[in-house]
């Protein structure tokens, strides 16, 4: 007979395993701006997407074992297929395609003795702002609503964390891309620098991404049928101008902006102009002669 181990082990061992394997990615970035939602990762690869459409208004973007993902997202369009075939079209939404990869990762960690080393999301665009849908779903079934933004994968946290300092609501396209990409190349933190081969100080910024080493897509809110549209080549590479050229110019603005702070102690008080308007105290608004002398 096998050894014995508890349900409570088994299933930490698991959330372990599949955790580790999701770490070792590259994290993804989701977010929304004017237009609609921004998708970014990282990927060199031309033939292996990360992101994908699932839907007319619903995107796909996942990380950690690409064979693992790329089952869940042909079920995924398969689902929706036959949903929208069945129904409605207006019945497929990113809820329904969420809850049913939440029993879907449910089922597999829990039965399976290896669970899927994956993360993914799935987005919706709607007719306004208000109404785009981001929902994040681990390897264990969890299911998380994420308003405005989302970092998953590899170094999620710190990506999270840089990510929430640069994002605003109403961002274009041109800013909400430059935010996720100074996101993404944020320095490591100091735990995972120091258990890392690299010496803290050999440098504290990751190299800048370019336009081959990123996949980029969008759902563009202004499209009325199918709103996934990819960002490559000279597009992608003037988006990234843009961005990098809108983060100099606000960095070089930030230091302007202490001329309006207050004098030191050691600053001399400036001429006093007299006063024009009427002086507190007169009844006629005519300035009152000063008393003594």
């Not at 039965?111 to 264990?140: H, L, M, N």
């Not at 759902?219 to 080549?233: I, K, S, V, W, Y």
């Not at 600053?267 to 105290?281: D, R, S, Y």
């Amino acid at each position: 007979m096998p050894f014995y181990v508890s349900p409570e082990q088994a299933m930490r061992d698991k959330a372990d395993y599949a955790r580790k394997g999701v770490a070792r990615g590259r994290s993804c970035v989701v977010l929304q701006y004017a237009g609609g939602i921004l998708l970014v990762s990282p990927n060199a690869s031309s033939a292996l997407h990360k992101l994908s459409e699932l839907y007319d208004r619903i995107a796909f973007a996942a990380v950690g074992r690409y064979n693992e993902y790329e089952n869940l997202r042909k079920a995924g369009v398969t689902y929706a297929d036959v949903t929208g075939y069945q129904f409605d079209r207006n019945d497929v939404t990113a809820r329904g395609i969420a809850n049913w990869y939440a029993q879907t990762l449910g089922t597999i960690f829990t039965e399976s003795p290896k669970p899927f080393e994956v993360e993914i999301v799935v987005a919706e665009v709607g007719d306004t702002p208000d109404a785009d849908q981001i929902y994040r779903i681990t390897f264990d079934g969890s299911v998380s609503d994420e308003p405005g933004f989302v970092a998953f994968g590899g170094q999620a946290d710190q990506v999270a964390a840089q990510l929430k300092e640069r994002f605003s609501d109403g961002m274009s396209l041109a800013e909400a891309l430059g935010a996720a990409l100074a996101a993404l190349a944020a320095p490591p933190s100091s735990s995972s620098s120091s258990s890392s081969s690299v010496s803290p100080g050999n440098g504290d910024q990751q190299p800048a991404l370019n336009a081959a080493q990123l996949e980029v897509a969008i759902l563009d809110r202004a499209r009325a049928h199918r709103t996934f549209r990819r960002l490559r080549g000279p597009r992608l590479e003037e988006l990234i101008a843009e961005s990098r050229a809108a983060t100099a110019t606000s960095a070089s603005s930030a230091p302007e902006s202490g001329s309006d702070a207050k004098p030191g102690p050691d600053a001399k008080p400036g001429p006093e102009e007299p006063p024009t308007g009427p002086v507190p105290g007169s009844q006629d608004g005519t300035p009152k002669p000063p008393s003594g002398k």
